[in-house]
């Protein structure tokens, strides 16, 4: 068995990763640079519709040693449905 990444929830905030989930990452990629974080928000509502959106965010963090802090890197991601 391999872990492959992590993920969290951001309910009723944005889906993207915070400076405390961009350094918990970059923690993960010392151990394995291959390591992805996974972040949804399920619990959006789409002023206009009334709708909940659902929102998946995947990324990776890069130090940038210039403005010392760390960086997200987006992931492309494709949610297939079971056949």
Known sequence: TRVVGW???HPHI???PSHVDLRT???YQGMDPSFVGLIF???NAD?????NQYELFAFRAAA???RRQEC???LQVEVV???
């Open 81 to 83: 449905p079971p056949s």
């Open 25 to 27: 990452q970059l923690q």
């Open 7 to 9: 993920y969290h929830s």
């Open 64 to 66: 940038d040693e210039r």
């Open 14 to 16: 944005t889906v993207l």
């Open 72 to 74: 997200r890197v987006e």
């Open 47 to 51: 002023p206009r519709s009334g709708h």
């Open 41 to 43: 928000a399920v619990f």
